[in-house]
């Protein structure tokens, strides 16, 4: 890789431990994916946050960097394991180390956003910026629809480009890199956001690309695009969608088998003992759709809604959020489905959900059992 004379300073400990350490880092990172230069980014968005996620050994390694070292550009952060603000049955030692691995971020100067939608929450990129993004929903999010600039990084090269303030050019960070060498050509209606999700997980799982086209999405709303993002995200290494398909390129079909094959995969369970929204956590537009569908029924089951603090605790939601609550719902900050302590198998075998992602991860890491349904469905089955 060719370094600038401030990076070649940088990578030799002129200034300070914590820069070396994390220009090694993203030098490595770079060798290994050909990138030839380090570029400037504006906003970096950390995962790593969750105990569950990085245990001792991550929290370890943040608590060694160097406590003179301070992130260089905006910086953020995904979910962590608990709501501070509510009663859990998490253990004490869960809790404070959570809350160790919160301060180690602050201490590094990152916001404690606590949000997997930096997208809805921040200020937006602008078309053709370059960001360093962790969250995979995300990097999926803001390179397809948003049109900025990011690879599907991980928690440790995002908390160097965090510090740095660089990111390796590379993969999806070059423009004839984002245009699909494959694609996807649905051959049924696509509509719900199970739908939409679905489509992105068999895109993930069956395309090895990091851009992939898929044809009919140009009037995608937000609902169904973080649902296809998510699922795209969880799946693979895709981490981009396009329509700007050339004529040549190969399309594979997705019909109501793929579907069906699909969700036969995530889909465990014929009923869920608790229903769960929320990975990607929701948020304003997701409140009000599910406000609506709900009316003035409520929920049949305990139901547990994951979304950003500044979401449910904005005084336009104020109002969506009293009527959620009265519902039956509990409304749950700073975490998120995926990978959440909240739910285990000792406190029920099975939960109903409309995410793809919160799919995967629960069955996977929590071994719990999944019926999947878009919130329609769960709002028709579940509430009266």
């Given at each position: 890789?060719?370094l600038?004379r401030?990076?070649?300073?940088?990578?030799?400990?002129?200034?300070?431990?914590?820069l070396?350490?994390?220009?090694?880092?993203?030098?490595a990172?770079?060798?290994?994916?050909?990138?030839?230069?380090?570029?400037?980014?504006?906003?970096?968005?950390?995962?790593?946050?969750?105990?569950?996620?990085?245990?001792?050994?991550?929290?370890?390694?943040?608590?060694?960097?160097?406590?003179?070292?301070?992130?260089?550009?905006?910086?953020?952060?995904?979910?962590?394991?608990?709501?501070?603000?509510?009663?859990?049955?998490?253990?004490?030692?869960?809790k404070?180390?959570?809350?160790k691995?919160?301060?180690?971020?602050?201490?590094?100067?990152?916001?404690?956003?606590?949000?997997?939608?930096?997208?809805?929450?921040f200020?937006?990129?602008?078309?053709?910026?370059?960001?360093?993004?962790?969250?995979?929903?995300?990097?999926?999010?803001?390179?397809?629809?948003?049109?900025?600039?990011?690879?599907?990084?991980?928690?440790?090269?995002?908390?160097?480009?965090?510090?740095s303030?660089?990111?390796?050019?590379?993969?999806?960070?070059?423009d004839?890199?984002?245009?699909?060498?494959?694609?996807?050509?649905?051959?049924i209606k696509?509509?719900?956001?199970?739908?939409?999700?679905?489509?992105?997980?068999?895109?993930?799982?069956?395309?090895?690309?990091?851009?992939?086209?898929?044809?009919?999405?140009?009037k995608?709303d937000?609902?169904?695009?973080?649902a296809?993002?998510?699922?795209?995200?969880?799946?693979?290494?895709?981490?981009?969608f396009?329509?700007?398909?050339k004529?040549?390129?190969?399309?594979?079909?997705?019909?109501?088998?793929?579907?069906?094959?699909?969700?036969?995969?995530?889909?465990?369970?014929?009923?869920g003992?608790?229903?769960?929204?929320?990975?990607?956590?929701?948020?304003?537009?997701?409140?009000?759709?599910?406000?609506?569908?709900?009316?003035?029924?409520?929920?049949?089951?305990?139901?547990?809604?994951?979304?950003?603090?500044?979401?449910?605790?904005?005084?336009?939601?104020k109002?969506?959020?009293?009527?959620?609550?009265?519902?039956?719902?509990?409304?749950?900050?700073?975490a998120c489905?995926?990978?959440?302590?909240?739910?285990?198998?000792?406190?029920?075998?099975?939960?109903?959900?409309?995410?793809?992602?919160?799919?995967?991860?629960?069955?996977k890491?929590?071994?719990?059992?999944?019926?999947?349904?878009?919130?329609?469905?769960?709002?028709?089955?579940?509430?009266?």
């Open positions: 890789m060719e600038t401030e990076e070649e300073k940088a990578i030799n400990g002129e200034y300070g431990p914590g070396e350490q994390a220009y090694k880092i993203l030098v990172i770079g060798i290994a994916n050909n990138a030839t230069k380090f570029i400037p980014v504006k906003w970096a968005h950390i995962s790593g946050v969750n105990y569950n996620t990085i245990g001792d050994a991550g929290l370890e390694f943040l608590q060694s960097i160097d406590k003179g070292t301070k992130v260089s550009v905006t910086s953020t952060l995904n979910p962590m394991g608990f709501d501070s603000k509510i009663d859990n049955n998490l253990s004490d030692e869960f404070e180390k959570q809350r691995i919160v301060n180690a971020y602050i201490d590094l100067g990152v916001k404690p956003s606590f949000t997997c939608i930096p997208y809805e929450v200020d937006l990129p602008k078309r053709g910026d370059y960001v360093s993004f962790a969250e995979s929903n995300a990097a999926v999010y803001v390179n397809s629809i948003l049109g900025a600039k990011t690879n599907k990084e991980s928690a440790l090269s995002a908390l160097a480009s965090a510090l303030g660089k990111t390796p050019y590379s993969d999806l960070l070059i004839e890199m984002r245009t699909p060498k494959i694609a996807i050509r649905p051959e696509i509509e719900s956001e199970l739908d939409y999700g679905l489509l992105g997980y068999f895109a993930g799982k069956n395309i090895n690309e990091s851009c992939v086209g898929i044809e009919e999405i140009d995608i937000l609902f169904r695009a973080k296809l993002s998510a699922g795209m995200g969880t799946s693979g290494i895709c981490g981009m396009s329509n700007k398909i004529e040549n390129v190969e399309r594979i079909p997705f019909g109501r088998e793929e579907l069906e094959k699909t969700k036969e995969e995530l889909d465990t369970a014929e009923k003992e608790i229903i769960v929204f929320g990975s990607p956590q929701l948020g304003d537009q997701d409140l009000n759709i599910l406000s609506n569908m709900i009316d003035a029924k409520k929920f049949k089951k305990r139901c547990m809604i994951f979304c950003p603090r500044t979401v449910s605790e904005s005084n336009k939601n109002e969506l959020v009293n009527g959620l609550k009265k519902a039956g719902a509990e409304i749950i900050c700073d489905t995926c990978l959440t302590p909240l739910i285990t198998k000792d406190s029920c075998d099975s939960i109903v959900t409309n995410s793809i992602k919160g799919a995967y991860y629960m069955k890491s929590n071994k719990i059992d999944v019926a999947l349904r878009d919130m329609k469905t769960i709002v028709k089955e579940y509430c009266e």
